[in-house]
């Protein structure tokens, strides 16, 4: 537990970024709204301008705010074209797959052993499970299943249909912002509920992506496994760098 102590002794750019966070994490900033000047943050924090302007480029390489030239700074807005950018790792050719779905509603249950390890949760929470087939070409691709921290997601439940991109909904409608994913990536065997699903024979071997994604301060609020019948056109493509 860190103490008043070593909180002062924190490099001050970084307990201005901890400020800043917090005023995106209750609202007081929404998605897509111009924050403050670097000029008035250094005046409202009694720090210096580049003290200012280092808490802020953390914020830009960490996915919470982002710059645009001659506008300002603005708080990160999730928007379809950007998350099938940032979280899409499916490609044909060059291009990325942007794949449909067919939705389901989300359907709270009490959280399993599993979920609970990944999502953080203790004994007795419960989640939302979202199961959704993911069509190409009318053809079914992806089958997803999606489980969801239900005290960080109220009211979700109540949509009948949820969009392709689901990182937009969970920060307008929850205020629950995405700001990085860890994926893990396994061959497996389709047994035969997900064969049936994606009209494929039991046994048809398929890509599994596990990936857990992760909001303000490092939490794990989505814990997804996408089952990929890939074509001979489709691979999965990351960059590192």
């Not at 645009?68 to 379809?80: D, I, N, P, S």
Request: aromatic share 6%; net charge positive; glycine share 4%.
């Amino acid at each position: 537990m860190t103490s008043p102590n070593d909180a002062a002794r924190r490099p001050r750019y970084l307990q201005v970024r901890e400020q800043l966070v917090a005023r995106i994490q209750s609202g007081a900033w929404a998605p897509g709204q111009l924050i403050p000047s670097e000029i008035d943050i250094a005046k409202q924090f009694g720090v210096s301008q580049g003290t200012a302007r280092m808490a802020v480029t953390a914020l830009v390489a960490e996915n919470i705010v982002t710059r645009r030239q001659g506008l300002g700074t603005f708080v990160y807005e999730h928007t379809r074209e950007d998350e099938l950018e940032r979280f899409a790792r499916v490609f044909n050719g060059r291009e990325r797959i942007d794949a449909d779905s067919r939705s389901w509603q989300p359907v709270p249950a009490k959280a399993s052993r599993v979920e609970r390890r990944e999502l953080d949760l203790v004994a007795g929470c419960k989640v939302l499970r979202i199961r959704r087939v993911r069509v190409r070409d009318d053809i079914p691709f992806i089958l997803e299943r999606i489980s969801l921290p239900e005290a960080l997601f109220p009211g979700l439940a109540a949509h009948h249909e949820l969009p392709d991109m689901l990182y937009g909904i969970y920060q307008r409608a929850c205020a629950v912002m995405v700001v990085e994913a860890e994926e893990r990536i396994t061959a497996v065997l389709a047994d035969r509920s997900t064969a049936k699903a994606l009209r494929i024979a039991a046994g048809t071997p398929l890509l599994r992506i596990e990936r857990v994604a992760r909001a303000l301060q490092g939490k794990p609020v989505e814990w997804r496994v996408s089952l990929c019948h890939l074509s001979a056109d489709a691979h999965y493509l990351a960059r590192l760098k």
